[in-house]
């Protein structure tokens, strides 16, 4: 659902250790998903998609799962550097959503890489 | 490639003074546009969005407006801000029509004193 007025939870990893940012969404005809990373003072930047015909998508050091049965969507980072630290949000695209494009983002989690 | 730029990067305004802060995309013609606002430790709210030129959806009654007078610029105003408006700005850009991701600009962090 919306993340405004939230404040954001955080998951603390060790350097070298595979992390997984979990994202609980909202609407269950929503056919489109992405994950955003934000460092602080800066914009976010898009890390990967998957839509919703697809259950696995992996990218470089990064795999998105999705789970429609209970909307349920995961991100998760290998060997997590300390250059992973940041807030990061998921999105989806509720189906119909038609031209204007909207997104719903999650409330974010922020990622602490201890060294 | 497309790129997006957001000006100011910083600025501290008195309350009741006015507010412009613009947003260009490059490199592609005819995108959705928007406007968030983000608040220090909290998520993105959607204010404004624009499919075209000169048409701007509001999602939030507040003290800002939005127009976008060129294709790839939209411009984010108040005449009179408040304390409440502080926040950070966070312009995007996607290619029109069909699921598709959203790309943000670098930002822009109004405080207003």
């Known amino acids: 659902g919306e993340s405004v007025g939230l404040h954001l939870p955080t998951l603390s990893v060790q350097e070298g250790d595979n992390s997984i940012i979990n994202c609980a969404y909202s609407?269950?005809?929503?056919?489109?998903f992405i994950w955003y990373k934000q460092e602080s003072g800066k914009g976010p930047q898009f890390i990967i998609d998957?839509?919703?015909?697809?259950d696995k998508r992996q990218g470089q050091r990064v795999t998105v799962l999705l789970n429609k049965t209970v909307k349920h969507l995961s991100l998760q980072i290998a060997a997590t550097q300390p250059g992973d630290s940041a807030v990061y949000f998921c999105?989806?695209?509720?189906?119909?959503?038609?031209?204007?494009?909207?997104?719903?983002f999650g409330q974010g989690t922020t990622l602490q890489v201890k060294p | 490639s497309q790129t997006i730029h957001q000006w100011p990067a910083t600025l501290v305004q008195p309350v009741g003074s006015p507010l412009s802060l613009e947003c260009t995309v490059e490199?592609?013609?005819?995108?959705?546009l928007y406007w968030y606002r983000q608040a220090a430790g909290r998520g993105l709210q959607l204010l404004f969005y624009?499919?075209?030129?000169?048409?701007i959806s509001s999602e939030v009654p507040q003290n800002l407006s939005a127009s976008r007078p060129q294709d790839r610029q939209f411009i984010l105003s108040s005449k009179k801000l408040l304390l409440s408006d502080s926040g950070f700005y966070l312009c995007?850009?996607?290619?029109?029509?069909?699921?598709?991701?959203?790309?943000f600009g670098p930002g822009t962090r109004l405080t207003v004193l």
């Open positions: 995007a850009w996607r290619v029109a029509g069909g699921p598709g991701t959203q790309y």
């Open positions: 999105a989806e695209n509720p189906y119909g959503s038609g031209n204007t494009g909207k997104l719903i």
């Open positions: 624009s499919v075209g030129i000169g048409q």
């Open positions: 609407n269950s005809a929503s056919d489109y």
């Open positions: 998957i839509r919703s015909n697809m």
């Open positions: 490199g592609t013609s005819n995108p959705n």
